[in-house]
Nanobody, 121 residues
Framework: QLQLVESGGGLVQPGGSLRLSCLGS????????IGWFRQAPGKEREGVAC???????SYADSMKGRFTISRDNAKNSVYLQMNSLKPEDTAVYYC???????????????WGQGTQVTVSS
């Protein structure tokens, strides 16, 4: 069974950067489609970015130009580089696996436990 573990969250000042990692196991990683989602307190979970097995990427409009998703199949990992962070980026960030990229989180069958990102001065 596919298992996902996120890491890299933490406290960062506005304007700062963080790189989140999603480490996978239990599946042939190069075939896995990974999406990043986030959920802030009191808000619905929202899609952040997605990367296909071929490396094609897609982003939510509010993250374009600030966030970059990438993958390293040799390390069974997908990364989310987050720059120019804002307080409104504060949330728990999750990676999830699906048959294809989608903003609909119900199509993602496997989820990590999440990593907290807090943007505050």
């Amino acid at each position: 069974q596919l298992q996902l573990v996120e890491s890299g969250g933490g406290l960062v000042q506005p304007g700062g950067s963080l790189r989140l990692s999603c480490l996978g196991s239990g599946f042939t990683w190069k075939f896995v489609v990974i999406g990043w989602f986030r959920q802030a307190p009191g808000k619905e979970r929202e899609g952040v970015a997605c990367i296909s097995a071929s490396g094609s990427t897609s982003y939510a409009d509010s993250m374009k130009g600030r966030f970059t998703i990438s993958r390293d199949n040799a390390k069974n990992s997908v990364y989310l580089q987050m720059n120019s962070l804002k307080p409104e980026d504060t949330a728990v960030y999750y990676c999830a696996a699906a048959p294809g990229c989608s903003r609909d989180d119900t199509v993602y069958a496997y989820w990590g436990q999440g990593t907290q990102v807090t943007v505050s001065s």
